[in-house]
């Protein structure tokens, strides 16, 4: 396995894509609303990050995916296509995932959002699940191990009789959307890659409330819970540091240490 290390350089852009990225999370909260498609929110993003920010949507065309982002439907687990026929309702919860290429280097970030009110089952599987990713976020400096994180993330999840999505997992990212390592998001402490400075990846759980079985649907990317119930992802891109972490897509309503 070889995991590549960025420099002082490569982090000041993957800093810049990833604040567009999260910028771009930012702005579509307001039109996340009832009647609104997931397709009228792609466009709002695609055309932020092509106009605005002058950068590249990293989704589009991706191993042919067709949209700029992907919306993430109640019991979609990842990869939703933003469509035209996808109208959200009240109560529904969704989540966003934006990857903005700038200079060559990538920022990855997704978060969830309700649509008017959701009931307190649904609020609850956002919160655990975006906790999870924060205890994740705490442990990361140098000596810590893969499968530390994944550890505090999978006890967390079951503690809160939520399941973790064993299929897709974060991933090392730089130049490169998806490269070494997987970041598993189940796991046992002192085992795994041991992190060090200047290493760059991403932390995304998908905790679902039933199993953590999905299925792929037939257009080759919606992956859905297969009993149906909900599921919910939150996702950062992090750079080790010499002594701890930095949450390269931080959001202005989110305080990291
Ligand atoms: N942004 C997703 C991730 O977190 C990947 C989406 S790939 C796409 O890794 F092709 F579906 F857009
Ligand atoms: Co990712
Ligand atoms: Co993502």
Same mark, same amino acid.
């Given at each position: ?7 002082t350089?490569? #982090? ?9 990225a ?13 009647? @609104? ?10 055309e ?5 920010q ?21 019991? @979609? ?8 026929k ?15 290429? +700038?200079?060559?280097f990538?920022g990855?970030?997704?978060?969830? /959002?309700? @649509? ?11 919160q ?5 990713? /924060?205890?994740? %976020?705490?442990?990361?400096?140098? =000596?810590c191990r ?9 006890? &967390?999840?079951?503690?809160n &009789?939520?399941? #973790?999505?064993?299929? +897709?997992?974060?991933h ?5 959307? &998806? ?5 598993? &998001? ?5 085992? =795994? ?6 290493m760059?990846f991403? %932390? ?9 079985? =999905?299925?792929l649907k037939?257009?080759? $990317? ?5 009993? =149906?119930?909900?599921?919910?992802? $939150?996702?950062h ?9 930095? @949450? ?10």
């Open positions: 396995m070889t995991v590549s290390i960025k420099t350089a490569d #982090i000041e852009k993957m800093r810049i894509a990833g604040r567009m999260a910028e771009v999370l930012e702005l579509i909260g307001e039109h996340v609303v009832a009647g @609104v498609t997931t397709g009228e929110l792609d466009r709002i993003c695609h932020h990050i092509v106009d605005v002058k950068a590249i949507p990293a989704c589009l065309g991706y191993r042919g995916f067709p949209k700029s982002v992907c919306t993430s439907v109640n019991h @979609v687990i990842c990869h939703g296509i933003p469509s035209e996808k109208k959200l309702k009240k109560g529904d919860i969704i989540n966003i995932d934006v990857t903005v290429i +700038y200079e060559e990538h990855d970030t997704s978060k969830m /959002y309700v @649509v008017g009110e959701a009931p307190s089952h649904a609020t609850r599987l956002i655990v699940t975006q906790e999870c990713l /924060y205890k994740g %976020i705490e442990l990361v400096k140098p =000596g893969l499968g530390d994180i994944g550890h505090v993330i999978q006890q &967390h999840a079951e503690k &009789h939520y399941s #973790i999505v064993r299929d +897709y997992c974060g090392g990212i730089g130049r490169v959307f &998806h490269e070494e390592p997987q970041v598993m &998001h189940y796991g046992r402490p002192d085992t =795994g890659l041991i992190l060090k400075e200047g760059t991403t %932390i995304e759980p998908m905790l679902n409330a039933g199993k953590a079985a =999905g299925k037939k257009d080759g $990317w919606t992956v859905e819970t297969k009993d =149906g119930r909900l599921s919910a992802q $939150w996702e891109t992090l750079a080790v540091t010499a002594t701890g972490v930095e @949450v390269l897509t931080a959001r202005k309503e989110e305080s990291f240490f």
